[in-house]
């Protein structure tokens, strides 16, 4: 039954607490001996004082030693059980001694003990010490102590006339009769240890079964996690998010956005008909396939009738409803076919609707079919969200719905796709009461922040953004053609505006708001112009440091500025509608 490699320490456990148990039921018989001693000294037993006060106080001390080891030893040892039981055993033997035809019973108590550590070994030799032990207490029992009347008769042994008849019959009619009660016992002990053992190794082999199976299954979960986009870079002409909540250790749903070329986005909204290992695997096959015929068609609803195509061959279990896009960045064009998925919603002009058109048939579940191709284009500030049914069908007696998601999204619709996301789940995870997921739970959100024919960037005013700021800028100086040395000036420039900004346009307690880069071609210029809501400042209020001093007599600040009024052919600032409007012209 036990597996080469199954866990033991529930029999460790086991034996453990059989330890403490047996000291704790030791304890017990401590206190009906000093009981039994208490009523001896007031005229209760006829037993010799002297017999009684030796007897109870070596029984009492031998059945308190393992409440000793308990506080002050390890209990992990092997020998911890033989010691406990050995202690039992000698305890009741004293005992009998002075006192035998009172501790009858007490002999079973060897025995029960041993079936709690469930070991037919154990038991055996308990029994085989208790028979011993009770021959000879029921032996010494005749010259000492009370005496037992079925052994003596109902005298004190002091004036017994032991003959060998008598000791013949003793041992014949009553000490052996006894040890047979013992064997009996034992028997009955000894099957219920062996069968108690028997489902300890089963539940310790179901035990590793399922501990394999959760590794397994993290495993699986971390492998597919790692085959999910995690990194969600900076572009200036895009933002996505996706995250995906499987209901189990692994589960059937994905996503995936990856760039075809410098001007195509491609994103995946996908739920396999399953759940757990088999939908997962499934799902890595399904993703694969998307990708490889994406690279080689490039158009999705031909990219849906290729992969449907191979998902049928050799199916006849699971199908998967999938969303594909391909976003032009340059335009804002977006091509996508739907293949029996949920309906995304667009964002246009703040406001999240959901598109009209028809999902088509399921992945792999029929060959031929042909899907229709759709298109739209994306303006700057619109946002495609798409999800799976794990997000609407959140519920028990009633469903999340396609109402409140919109009506979750709209409330958020101002958010970035990285904080809107979080916003959406948070609500389903209101409206379930903290429930157990049924499905999974996958979203993706895509906006759109304009082609690059757009000269306008919004970026949050942080020093992690100045890279994505200057290579929007470069790129517009590089496409107007702008000489190396103007754009190196162009470029100390803008970092230096745009540092100061983030760190000194906003106050702590409001954090890092949003600021807007402008780049414009004029003729025979370049115009850059930032935009921020934050605490009006006219840097060109300042006056110029004055250069000619040591550095060290020099006032602190300015520096910045005044190198960008020096380097550039001018530089314009106003406050308007509640922000800084700060220009620099570079002319060429």
Not at 209 to 230: D, G, Y
Not at 247 to 269: M, N, Q, R, S
Not at 522 to 551: N, Q, R, S
Request: aromatic letters at 10%; charged letters at 20%.
């Amino acid at each position: 039954m036990r597996s080469k490699n199954a866990p033991h320490s529930i029999f460790t456990e086991n034996e453990q607490e059989a330890n403490r148990y047996a000291a704790r039921c030791m304890r017990v018989m401590s206190l009906v001996a000093l009981a039994a001693w208490l009523m001896n000294i007031v005229g209760f037993f006829i037993v010799p004082p002297k017999a009684m006060n030796a007897g109870m106080g070596l029984c009492i001390f031998f059945f308190l030693l393992p409440t000793a080891v308990c506080r002050w030893m390890s209990t992990e040892k092997r020998w911890v059980k033989y010691f406990f039981i050995l202690c039992c055993v000698l305890g009741i033997t004293i005992a009998s001694v002075a006192i035998p035809k009172h501790t009858i019973l007490v002999w079973a108590a060897p025995i029960i003990l041993s079936c709690h550590y469930y070991s037919k070994e154990l038991t055996a030799s308990t029994l085989a010490a208790s028979v011993v032990c009770l021959i000879l207490s029921g032996i010494a029992g005749m010259f000492v102590g009370e005496g037992d009347p079925n052994l003596m008769g109902a005298f004190p042994t002091s004036e017994a006339i032991l003959t060998p008849a008598l000791f013949r019959k003793a041992v014949l009619f009553f000490l052996l009769p006894r040890s047979g009660i013992l064997l009996g016992m034992s028997f009955i002990c000894a099957t219920v240890a062996s069968r108690t053992h028997e489902l300890l190794e089963k539940q310790s082999h179901d035990a590793f079964v399922r501990q394999r199976m959760e590794t397994e299954l993290s495993v699986a979960s971390s492998i597919q996690s790692s085959m999910l986009p995690s990194h969600f870079p900076a572009h200036p002409e895009f933002d996505i998010f996706a995250s995906m909540t499987p209901a189990k250790e692994v589960g059937g749903d994905f996503y995936d956005f990856y760039l075809l070329d410098d001007d195509h986005l491609c994103i995946t909204v996908a739920d396999v008909s399953d759940k757990g290992v088999g939908a997962a695997l499934f799902m890595s096959r399904c993703m694969t396939l998307l990708k490889t015929q994406m690279l080689s068609l490039r158009r999705p609803h031909l990219v849906m009738a290729a992969v449907n195509d191979e998902l049928c061959q050799n199916n006849d279990e699971m199908f998967v409803t999938a969303w594909l896009g391909v976003l032009e960045l340059s335009t804002g064009k977006l091509e996508f076919a739907n293949a029996g998925h949920e309906r995304p919603l667009l964002r246009s002009g703040g406001v999240f609707h959901y598109l009209e058109q028809k999902p088509g048939f399921v992945l792999g579940g029929l060959e031929g079919i042909v899907y229709e191709p759709h298109s739209l284009t994306l303006q700057k500030g619109d946002a495609i969200f798409q999800y799976t049914d794990g997000v609407t069908e959140a519920g028990e007696e009633t469903y999340f719905g396609t109402a409140r998601l919109q009506e979750t999204l709209n409330q958020n619709a101002a958010l970035s796709p990285r904080e809107l996301l979080p916003a959406v789940e948070q609500a389903v995870y209101a409206f379930t009461a903290h429930g157990e997921r049924s499905d999974d739970i996958t979203m993706l959100c895509l906006a759109y922040q304009g082609g690059k024919n757009m000269n306008e960037l919004n970026v949050l005013a942080v020093l992690d953004n100045l890279e994505l700021v200057m290579g929007f800028v470069e790129e517009k100086l590089e496409h107007y053609g702008c000489p190396p040395a103007p754009q190196m000036q162009v470029a100390l420039a803008v970092e230096e505006i745009f540092v100061n900004i983030a760190n000194y346009a906003y106050s702590p307690d409001v954090g890092p708001a949003s600021i807007e880069v402008e780049v414009h071609e004029e003729p025979l210029e370049v115009v850059i112009t930032f935009m921020d809501k934050g605490k009006p400042y006219d840097p060109l209020a300042a006056h110029d440091p004055d250069i000619t001093l040591p550095l060290n007599e020099r006032a602190e600040g300015g520096l910045g500025i005044f190198l960008v009024k020096k380097t550039m052919d001018d530089v314009q600032y106003e406050y308007k509608d509640g922000r800084n409007i700060l220009r620099i012209i570079k002319r060429l």
